[in-house]
C-alpha cells in the first residue's frame, strides 16, 4: 500500500528553523518526482516545492531563498528544510507523490508547522 | 504566474448535480487535476488528466477541459460529498504547480 508520513511539526519563533520528513512506504521516491504543499489555517492548498527524480528542484516564490527540499533514497524519505520562518508559513504542511502529469496522489496526513512568538 | 480562479461556493440539493468549474487561460492546452477535501483531512485526488478517475473513485465524478474553462461534475450528489474541491494544473514556464483557491460544495 502506497503510504506518506509526515512528521517534524511543531511551534517555531519567527526566525527559526524547521525541518519537516516525509517517509514513503509502498514506493521508491528515488523513481518519482515529490512535492511539498502547504494549507494556512482556514486558507486554500499553495504548492511549495518539488525534487524531480534527477534532483533538479523548484520552489514557490514566497519560499524560494528559505526553503530547501532533499531527499534520501536509503531512507525513502523526502525533506523540507525550513529558515528564517515567518508567522506567514504557519500552515498544515503535507507532501505527496507527484505523478508523470503532473497530478498529486496520495499525499501524507500533514504536520502543523505554527511560526509564533 | 498561472492563474486558476474558482467560485467560492456551490451548493446543490441531494441526487442533483453539481458543475465546479476553474477558470484559467487557455486552460484548455493543460492538465487538470481536482482534489476533493474535507474537514481536519489530507486532499484526495479525484480526477486527473482533465476526466480519468482514479480506482475507487464514483462514476459520478467525472471532468472535462476546454478553452479557458475546465469543470468538474458530480452527478446524484450525496450528503458525503460536501467538501471543498480545488483544481491544480502545472504552468510550463515556471516549473511550478498551481492550485485554484478552492470551491466549497454544500449539500442542501
Known amino acids: 500500500d502506497v503510504q506518506l508520513v509526515e512528521s517534524g511539526g511543531g511551534l517555531v519563533q519567527p526566525g527559526g528553523s524547521l525541518r519537516l520528513s516525509c517517509a514513503a512506504s509502498?514506493?521508491?521516491?528515488?523513481?518519482?518526482?515529490m512535492s511539498w504543499v502547504r494549507q494556512a489555517p482556514g486558507k486554500g492548498l499553495e504548492w511549495v516545492s518539488i525534487?524531480?527524480?534527477?534532483?533538479?528542484?523548484y520552489y514557490a516564490d514566497s519560499v524560494k531563498g528559505r526553503f530547501t527540499i532533499s531527499r534520501d533514497n536509503s531512507k525513502n524519505t523526502v525533506y523540507l528544510q525550513m529558515n528564517s520562518l515567518r508567522a506567514e508559513d504557519t500552515a498544515v504542511y503535507y507532501c505527496a507523490r507527484d505523478r508523470p502529469t503532473n497530478w498529486l496522489d496520495p499525499w501524507g496526513q500533514g504536520t502543523l508547522v505554527t511560526v509564533s512568538s | 504566474s498561472y492563474v486558476l480562479t474558482q467560485p467560492p461556493s456551490v451548493s446543490v440539493a441531494p441526487g442533483e448535480t453539481a458543475k465546479i468549474t476553474c477558470a484559467g487561460n487557455?486552460?484548455?492546452?493543460?492538465?487538470v487535476h481536482w482534489y476533493q477535501q474535507k474537514p481536519g483531512q489530507a486532499p484526495v485526488l479525484v480526477v486527473y488528466?482533465?476526466?480519468d478517475r482514479p480506482s475507487g473513485i464514483p462514476e459520478r465524478f467525472s471532468g472535462s477541459n476546454s478553452g479557458n474553462t475546465a469543470t468538474l461534475t458530480i452527478t446524484r450528489v450525496e450528503a458525503g460529498d460536501e467538501a471543498d474541491y480545488y483544481c491544480?494544473?502545472?504552468?510550463?514556464?515556471?516549473?511550478?504547480?498551481?492550485f485554484g483557491g478552492g470551491t466549497k460544495l454544500t449539500v442542501l
Open positions: 488528466d482533465d476526466s
Open positions: 487557455n486552460i484548455g492546452s493543460k492538465s
Open positions: 491544480q494544473v502545472w504552468d510550463s514556464s515556471s516549473d511550478h504547480r498551481v
Open positions: 509502498g514506493f521508491t521516491i528515488s523513481s518519482d518526482y
Open positions: 525534487i524531480y527524480t534527477g534532483g533538479n528542484t
